[in-house]
């Protein structure tokens, strides 16, 4: 059987650890905050309603494309433009096409940026391997200007981090959404992860400090994972709502 991405790929290992995952989401949470098209997820009104519903149904939509048969994922892609379509024709508009990239540009940077936090940094080799499989997941989507590699990517990135972005009334909507979801606990402790992956545009529009409290707590949390003990941490910090959900994200070693 083929796969949509290869079974031994470190796409699998970077989106086969909830604890990952969780900061993939942490990143994108504070991304999708500043995107110029954000009100196109408050068309729907689900976005604010739950925002983290909203985001988790994202990165949970991309690992059933990263750990699907190769048709399945087709399928799953194929589904997702469609849904996306549908609200485009009730809004009478199109969603523009630099959107799209922005999203699956969030997806290969914090894909890449958590798995160097937690575990250890990517040779280049690996980081194209990341690239080529959400530049596959795009070109599926029908997305123009894709750059082809990696290295082509970077420069494309940038320039998006900088034409794109933007703090406006949704922003501070959504964090205060954020907020109310997460508790004023939770919530810090989601401020504090996203300092440690978002890149500097982001920390410059939220006005992020450089150092992040959880910096320190990192090394210990990646000892607690050695003796077991991460889930004792996760079921303390995470949503009630979001344990069982996130406990799935953990693919068992066969």
Do not use: C
Request: aromatic share 12%; proline share 4%.
């Amino acid at each position: 059987m083929q796969f949509f991405v290869e079974e031994n790929s470190i796409v699998r290992k970077i989106w086969g650890k909830s604890d990952t995952v969780l900061f993939i989401f942490a990143g994108a949470a504070a991304e999708f905050a500043l995107n110029k098209a954000v009100d196109w997820l408050y068309f729907t009104g689900r976005l604010p309603a739950d925002p983290l519903g909203r985001l988790f149904s994202t990165v949970s939509y991309a690992r059933k494309i990263i750990f699907s048969p190769a048709a399945e994922a087709h399928k799953a892609i194929d589904t997702m433009r469609q849904i996306h379509t549908a609200v485009e024709k009730n809004r009478g508009s199109s969603i523009p096409d630099w959107a799209y990239r922005d999203v699956l540009f969030m997806l290969i940077h914090y894909s890449i940026a958590s798995y160097e936090l937690l575990e250890k940094k990517l040779s280049n080799e690996e980081k194209e391997e990341v690239y080529n499989v959400f530049y596959r997941v795009g070109t599926r989507m029908r997305l123009k200007e894709l750059p082809a590699t990696y290295i082509e990517w970077l420069p494309v990135r940038h320039l998006h981090l900088m034409a794109d972005l933007q703090k406006s009334e949704y922003t501070a909507d959504l964090f205060k959404q954020y907020k109310k979801h997460l508790g004023a606990m939770r919530f810090k402790v989601l401020i504090e992860g996203q300092k440690l992956v978002v890149p500097d545009r982001v920390k410059e529009l939220l006005q992020f400090k450089d150092f992040s409290l959880l910096t320190p707590v990192v090394p210990i949390y990646k000892i607690s994972r050695l003796m077991k003990m991460d889930w004792l941490l996760k079921s303390i910090l995470l949503p009630a709502d979001y344990k069982e959900q996130i406990k799935e994200l953990d693919v068992k070693k066969k």
